[in-house]
T-cell receptor
Framework: EADIYQTPRYLVIGTGKKITLECSQTMGHDKMYWYQQDPGMELHLIHYSYGVNSTEKGDLSSESTVSRIRTEHFPLTLESARPSHTSQYLC???????????FGSGTRLTVV | GQQLNQSPQSMFIQEGEDVSMNCTSSSIFNTWLWYKQDPGEGPVLLIALYKAGELTSNGRLTAQFGITRKDSFLNISASIPSDVGIYFCAGRRGNNYGQNFVFGPGTRLSVLP
């Protein structure tokens, strides 16, 4: 049973709109991550956080921003959505250094 | 840049066949993970490997941490239709190279009935 939750599951939105993708975990994990994945393709790390008030950009440049005000919550925001932002966004969390990541079910974003 | 390679990129097999796939790197890794992603879902951790030479099983799945520490293998025995999905390897090099895991590009498995 998943202990990391992403909402919405699917989102279709018009160009120029501001959107926030929600991610929450109930495991008390200190580390959280956002990945961008086109259908059936590779995972690209776009943001990560090692704890409250700590955020870093990932390997793939992204126009999105994140915040980590509470341990359990790691929302991702796009100020002005564009069709190039159409993708699946996966949130994950982990504890410690060598433990694997627990992924959410993802948000499938379509910008029209 | 990408540090892990997975082969094959995709494979089509008959139900009941055994499957082998691998993950390689030019660098030494201290930890290897294998994930499976079903269509439309997030990846799920299958097996974690922490020691060179380690062989670990999870049901019909068996994974090995290569002796050179530059590769890992995943085998699936007697495949069934629900094995369909993308299999990702992930590795972590060590504290001097950051705390995040690096993911491979995935092996896409299709099982024909």
């Amino acid at each position: 049973e998943a202990d990391i939750y992403q909402t919405p599951r699917y989102l279709v939105i018009g160009t120029g709109k501001k959107i926030t993708l929600e991610c929450s975990q109930t495991m008390g994990h200190d580390k959280m991550y956002w990945y961008q994945q086109d259908p059936g393709m590779e995972l690209h790390l776009i943001h990560y956080s090692y704890g409250v008030n700590s955020t870093e950009k990932g390997d793939l440049s992204s126009e999105s921003t994140v915040s980590r005000i509470r341990t359990e919550h790691f929302p991702l925001t796009l100020e002005s959505a564009r069709p190039s932002h159409t993708s699946q966004y996966l949130c994950a969390s982990s504890e410690g250094t060598n433990n694997g990541y627990t992924f959410g079910s993802g948000t499938r974003l379509t910008v029209v | 840049g990408q540090q892990l390679n997975q082969s094959p990129q995709s494979m089509f097999i008959q139900e009941g066949e055994d499957v082998s796939m691998n993950c390689t790197s030019s660098s030494i890794f201290n930890t290897w993970l294998w994930y499976k992603q079903d269509p439309g879902e997030g990846p799920v951790l299958l097996i974690a490997l922490y020691k060179a030479g380690e062989l670990t099983s999870n049901g019909r799945l068996t994974a090995q941490f290569g002796i050179t520490r530059k590769d890992s293998f995943l085998n699936i025995s007697a495949s069934i239709p629900s094995d369909v999905g993308i299999y990702f390897c992930a590795g972590r090099r060590g504290n001097n190279y950051g705390q995040n895991f690096v993911f491979g590009p995935g092996t896409r498995l299709s099982v024909l009935p």
